[in-house]
């Protein structure tokens, strides 16, 4: 199993670029989620699938966009790149039922210029 | 709403001592602590994860402990390494889709 995986793992974007991160996972998990980690704080939530065909936003989900393709994927969008967007994200994912253990993946780290 | 806090931010210790890493939050209803560990540059690595009706869990050097009376989580490792450097992150589930993540504790174990 190679869990949760992310594509890319670094890019550069100039301020007003879209790109979409990728993620997917192969553990046959119901829920999934997209966070963003900057320097001192801790992970902070974007948005959430809990199922496939269904997305809820997070705690800072302003300029971000959304895809539950399917079980498996689930993409975030930047429609138009802020330098605030530069950060690392994270996509996991877990089992919607107790004791909600999250999976994590590898990383994507971008920066706006 | 839910707050966790890891203190300290960082801390350096010789090799081969025990530690003790904090997490604390503010609302005791919440369904799991879950520890984490993050090296540099790389994603997160679950630790242990510790139910609400739980008091702790082991593995290997590894311990962690739960009171959600006082709103407390532990992580305490044995016969500390240099493999054990990296940042510790605690994360307390509130509720199906929500977890809270701490800042994190970067811990150094000089040789």
């Known amino acids: 199993n190679a869990g949760v995986t992310q594509t890319p793992k670094f890019q550069v974007l100039k301020t007003g670029q879209s790109m979409t991160l990728q993620c997917a996972q192969d553990m046959n998990h119901n829920s999934m989620y997209w966070y963003r980690q900057d320097p001192g704080m801790g992970l902070r939530l974007i948005y959430y699938?809990?199922?496939?065909?269904?997305?809820d936003k997070g705690e800072v989900p302003n300029g971000y966009n959304v895809s539950r393709l399917n079980k498996r994927e689930f993409s975030l969008r930047l429609e138009s790149a802020a330098p605030s967007q530069t950060s690392v994200y994270f996509c996991?994912?877990?089992?919607?039922?107790?004791?909600?253990?999250?999976?994590f993946g590898p990383g994507t780290r971008l920066t706006v210029t | 709403k839910q707050e966790v806090t890891q203190i300290p931010a960082a801390l350096s210790v010789p090799e081969g001592e025990n530690l003790v890493l904090n997490c604390s939050f503010t609302d005791s209803a919440i369904y799991n602590l879950q520890w984490f560990r993050q090296d540099p540059g790389k994603g997160l690595t679950s630790l242990l994860l510790i139910q609400s009706s739980q008091r702790e869990q082991t593995s290997g050097r590894l311990n962690a402990s739960l009171d959600k009376s006082s709103g407390r989580s532990t992580l305490y490792i044995a016969a500390s390494q240099p493999g054990d450097s990296a940042t510790y992150l605690c994360a307390a589930n509130t509720g199906g889709f929500k977890t809270i993540f701490g800042a994190g504790t970067r811990l150094f174990v000089k040789a």
């Open positions: 699938s809990a199922s496939e065909g269904t997305t």
């Open positions: 996991a994912s877990t089992e919607p039922r107790f004791p909600y253990e999250q999976y």
